[in-house]
């Protein structure tokens, strides 16, 4: 039983940083795809970017590529967003999702990215605010 948690959100001026912290408990990472998205109030979720088992592979939204990137460390059960040259419609709840997928292949991570209904285990979300 996987539980995630997300930490790390708060306001920042447009063009500033931020960095998202993903910290797992109840089993070990290394067989989990690991995605983080976000949700704005009555729109649907949107798939930000992904990590493999491995890391060896990343997926971005082009909306966010070359300003966000994302990492784990799967011995201490964590997964991190950097989150660079924020701009103000970055603003929203931003979810850390996991799905157990051992031997994934790259074509089905990179599918699985833009589906949220693909990850079983989800955190609370945390919410991030780009404003001056």
């Known amino acids: 039983q996987m539980q995630l948690v997300e930490s790390g959100g708060g306001l920042v001026q447009p063009g500033g940083s931020l960095k998202l912290s993903c910290a797992a408990s109840?089993?070990?990472?290394?067989?989990?795809?690991i995605g983080w998205f976000r949700q704005a109030p009555g729109k649907e979720r949107e798939g930000v970017s992904c990590?493999?088992?491995?890391?060896?592979?990343?997926y971005s939204a082009d909306s966010v590529k070359g300003r966000f990137f994302i990492s784990r460390d799967n011995a201490k059960r964590t997964a991190t967003l950097q989150m660079n040259s924020l701009k103000p419609e970055d603003t929203t709840i931003y979810y850390c999702?996991?799905?157990?997928?051992?031997?994934?292949?790259?074509?089905?991570?990179?599918?699985?990215?833009?589906?949220?209904?693909?990850?079983?285990?989800w955190g609370p979300g945390t919410q991030v605010t780009v404003s001056s």
């Open positions: 109840g089993s070990t990472l290394d067989d989990y795809y």
């Open positions: 999702a996991a799905a157990f997928a051992p031997a994934i292949s790259t074509t089905t991570a990179q599918h699985m990215c833009g589906e949220a209904t693909s990850f079983g285990t």
């Open positions: 990590i493999s088992g491995s890391a060896r592979n990343t």
